[in-house]
Nanobody, 114 residues
Framework: QVQLVESGGGLVQAGGSLRLSCAAS????????MAWYRQAPGKQRELVAQ???????NYADFVKGRFTISRDKANNTVYLQMNSLKPEDTAVYYC????????WGQGTQVTVSS
């Protein structure tokens, strides 16, 4: 069992920045992949960014150049640095652990005002 706790969401104006954190109850390097997803009202959950155990990263086209995923091994934490935020980035952001099993955090709300 892996517990994931997200934090760092909030209300920000367009063009602003936020950094989301995902603290895991076990080593994030035990996962094959750590990822951030998001879900806006009335829409399906979608992949935002992911990082493999080996450090390879992948980003959705709609965040490339604006968001950065990173890891802190000592603190078992994955981050999502979000810059140049747009109103369409408004969503609940979820941390995701993919190993032998898949785990999700409870989500953190990000609201970007125009």
């Amino acid at each position: 069992q892996v517990q994931l706790v997200e934090s760092g969401g909030g209300l920000v104006q367009a063009g602003g920045s936020l950094r989301l954190s995902c603290a895991a109850s076990r080593s994030i390097f035990s996962a094959n992949t750590m990822a951030w997803y998001r879900q806006a009202p009335g829409k399906q959950r979608e992949l935002v960014a992911q990082v493999t155990n080996g450090g390879a990263t992948n980003y959705a086209d709609f965040v490339k150049g604006r968001f950065t995923i990173s890891r802190d091994k000592a603190n078992n934490t994955v981050y999502l640095q979000m810059n140049s935020l747009k109103p369409e980035d408004t969503a609940v952001y979820y941390c995701n652990y993919q190993g032998a099993w898949i785990y999700w955090g409870q989500g953190t709300q990000v609201t970007v005002s125009s």
